[in-house]
């Protein structure tokens, strides 16, 4: 969900206890969470229980919202919070706390490639999307989980910060490591089609 | 990536701006500085160029909002008691 095109909800409704309005707001957001759940935990069943945990959590706390963050952010923190919970929980390895690289050179850029002029059936044929898809599961955790929220949710830089519980900066170098990390394959793999074009 | 300078701008503060310039959320004059020094270094330019359009690749393939299967759906409903509630709205597809 871009949340700029989000629907309005009546909080004083959700703490009464309406459920026309809290079925209105499962619905809304089920889409994108359990996108979220999928994203995270890459399986169909663990992104049901985020799904369904995350609004047990938001029925059993409205009462307590205090509207610090709006509402759509508290709903991306518990359902953020669920997956990596989850995650925690299957793999105690994964360092969630980490920025997804141990230096800055890992991030730093090798592929020069200027593909970003190639057709636009090139660039959005069904086999880059598999790519991109692909490229996007494969970011760690902890780069993946604020790629997510920033750039496929839309949540901005501080909605993302505080479904996160981190800071502004924090939020900025996951996201620039994320985003590099993905021009980086998608160079790789437009790099063929561009060097095939160069060479017609 | 070679860790130069052009104008006052190193590469590596470059890309330390890029997120905040990608994002349109740069202040006038860095938006200068950025665009003064890719005009004098193409792989800045490239790497600027192509960031950009990775954002707009993913957001063009997450332009549909996605739908949960329906019987994802109806057990949720289940678990939040709103079973009666289930038929107010179809899911959108």
């Not at chain 1, 360092?95 to 002029?117: K, R, S, T």
């Not at chain 2, 690749?57 to 289940?78: G, M, T, W, Y």
């Amino acid at each position: 969900m871009n949340v700029q095109l989000q629907p309005s909800f009546s909080i004083e409704a959700l703490r009464s206890g309406d459920r026309d309005e809290f079925t209105r707001l499962v619905d809304a957001y089920s889409g994108p969470i359990y996108g979220l759940g999928l994203r995270m935990l890459r399986r169909e069943q663990d992104a049901e229980d985020v799904l369904q945990n995350t609004f047990v959590k938001v029925l059993q706390n409205i009462r307590g919202f205090e509207e610090r963050s709006s509402l759509s952010t508290w709903i991306y923190r518990i359902a953020a919070n669920e997956a990596l919970m989850m995650l925690r929980k299957m793999r105690p390895e994964v360092n969630l706390d980490d920025q997804g690289a141990d230096g800055d050179e890992d991030f730093m850029p090798v592929q020069f490639v200027d593909w970003g002029a190639l057709p636009e059936e090139t660039l959005e044929s069904g086999e880059a999307k598999v790519h991109l898809e692909r490229a996007i599961e494969a970011l760690p955790e902890s780069l993946r989980v604020v790629f997510i929220l920033r750039d496929l949710e839309g949540l901005s830089i501080k909605e993302t910060s505080e479904a996160l519980n981190l800071t502004e900066t924090n939020v900025k170098t996951r996201l620039l490591r994320a985003r590099l990390n993905l021009r980086e394959k998608l160079s790789v793999y437009f790099g063929e089609q561009y060097f095939k074009g160069v060479e017609k | 990536m070679t860790d130069h300078t052009h104008n006052t701008l190193t590469c590596d503060q470059l890309l330390g701006m890029l997120t905040d310039y990608l994002d349109g959320q740069s202040r006038d004059e860095i938006c200068h500085e950025i665009e003064a020094h890719i005009s004098g270094c193409n792989n800045c330019r490239v790497v600027v160029d192509t960031t950009r359009r990775t954002i707009s690749l993913v957001h063009a393939c997450n332009d549909k909002p996605l739908s949960i299967p329906e019987d994802v759906r109806e057990r949720l409903f289940q678990r939040l008691n709103l079973d009666d509630h289930s038929a107010l709205k179809s899911n959108p597809s």
